[in-house]
């Protein structure tokens, strides 16, 4: 799609289509990974290759165009016109060129600038106008059509209602200045009669809309019963100072604010007793539902930790039976210590202590009987070793010096850290062999 746009300053046209727009937002996509790639080069790479990250990044930015800036004279104040706008402005260009303006009339011209005002067609007059204007830079009614051009105004009743429906005085406008200075006298007494209307209905507006000001002001202080509205209505009306009644109305809305104040007091007061009275009528039943409500959590929580020490009890029990049929007696045994007067706890306990006991006797037995094979079979060492563990079971300390005297004698080779007491039996030995 192609699209049209036409300055409001210098008058001149361009062009551009989607596919230039899209082009446009390619290269600003590429300018700004540029940029970025510029940037962490600054950062982490080297300055030539930052360098040339920048250029890239500039020779795209040329690349692209602000479509809505003027290309000829670079101002903002641009517009976009439809097809048939251009193509009006094509055939009046046409007609210049073709030399119009050298074949008409001034007066012709102004006529068709008149015609165009009474169609409404502003582009259309505009265009005349700077023609015009060029031929006749010192016609007063040129600058006087120009204000209604300026203004979209098709006579002067309409220019007066528009400048003082947009509180626009004439004064400081170039055109205005233009016929007050080109001007005859008629044509200045009609413009400074124009700008007078102007000002007086400006002025009359202003005093409309003071009075309905005032009126809709003294409306919400009589009818309004919002304390903060009525507030702001105080400050409002206390600016119309001695205007009207103001300060009588303003007397009597600082008094209707204080009796509202004070009936909001009332009020709030009034609230703040019967809470507190409904505080005090249900003060009790709270009290007494609290101290239930804590009498029942403390009950809970006992009753809980009951529950859960005996789950916990049974739990640690069923390990310990546990441990007993698998014959892991010291282990059932700690773990029933830990549950004293549980069910058969104590009893199970010198159960185990028992069946230990007995375990032990028997295995100390079979060791003796072990280490004695041994002594017999000339293992003497390896019955010393196993007379050694044995410690207080029976006469084991004797034959275990009697094992290492054995050693002795046959000269066997003895490691000292396998013997507990060394030199001690040592010393034992060489008295026994003297």
């Known amino acids: 799609m192609e699209y049209v746009r036409r300055c409001n300053v210098c008058g001149h046209i361009w062009c551009f289509t989607d596919n230039d727009m899209e082009k446009n937002k390619k290269n600003v996509q590429i300018s700004l990974i540029s940029s970025i790639g510029s940037l962490a080069n600054v950062i982490g790479g080297t300055r030539y290759d930052a360098y040339e990250q920048s250029k890239i990044a500039n020779k795209i930015l040329d690349k692209i165009a602000d ?34 303006t050298a074949n008409a009339t001034l007066e012709s011209l102004k006529k068709r600038i008149e015609l165009f005002i009474e169609e409404k067609d502003w582009d259309s007059a505009s ?37 003082s429906k947009n509180k626009i005085i004439l004064d400081n406008n170039k055109n205005f200045r233009y016929v007050k200075k080109f001007g005859d006298q008629n044509l200045i007494n009609r413009i400074n009669e124009i ?17 309905d000001k005032y009126i809709n002001t003294i409306n919400i202080a009589k009818n309004s019963y919002d304390l903060s ?12 100072e001695d205007y009207k009644e103001a300060r009588e109305e303003c007397g009597k809305l600082s008094e209707k604010i204080e009796k509202l104040k004070k009936e909001e007091l009332e009020k709030e007061e009034k609230k703040r007793k019967q809470k507190i009275e409904k505080i005090k009528k249900y003060s009790k039943k709270i009290i007494i539902a609290i101290i239930i409500l804590i009498v029942i959590v403390i009950v809970i929580v006992i009753v809980s930790k009951l529950i859960i020490s005996l789950i916990n009890k049974n739990n640690l029990y069923n390990k310990a039976m546990s441990y007993y049929e698998n014959k892991n007696y010291e282990e059932a045994i ?22 230990i006991k007995e375990l032990e006797e028997k295995n100390n037995k079979e060791e003796y009987e072990k280490a004695t094979n041994m002594l017999d079979n000339g293992e003497t060492f390896e019955a010393y070793k196993i007379f050694l563990k044995l410690g207080d079971y029976s006469n084991s300390k004797t034959m275990a010096e009697e094992s290492l005297i054995q ?25 026994t062999l003297r």
Request: with cysteine; proline share 3%.
């Open 67 to 100: 479509y809505s800036k003027c290309p000829n004279c670079n101002s903002t104040n641009t517009k976009m016109i439809s097809k048939e706008e251009y193509d009006k402005i094509q055939k009046i260009e046409e007609k210049r060129r073709n030399g119009f």
């Open 195 to 211: 700008n007078k209307k102007i000002k007086e209905q400006i002025e009359k507006d202003n005093v409309k809309a003071f009075e």
């Open 127 to 163: 265009l005349y106008l700077e023609q015009i204007t060029d031929m006749s830079p010192d016609n007063a009614m040129v600058y006087m059509l120009g204000l209604f051009v300026e203004y979209h105004a098709t006579n002067d009743v309409d220019l007066i209602n528009i400048c």
């Open 334 to 355: 700690e773990v029933l210590e830990s549950i004293p007067k549980y069910k058969d706890s104590d009893e199970k306990i010198e159960e185990c202590k028992e069946i």
């Open 229 to 240: 509205e009525l507030m702001n209505t105080l400050e409002i009306l206390e600016s119309f």
């Open 407 to 431: 050693c002795w004698i046959n000269d066997i080779r003895i490691d000292p850290s396998e013997v507990n007491d060394y030199k001690s039996l040592n010393k034992a030995v060489k008295e």
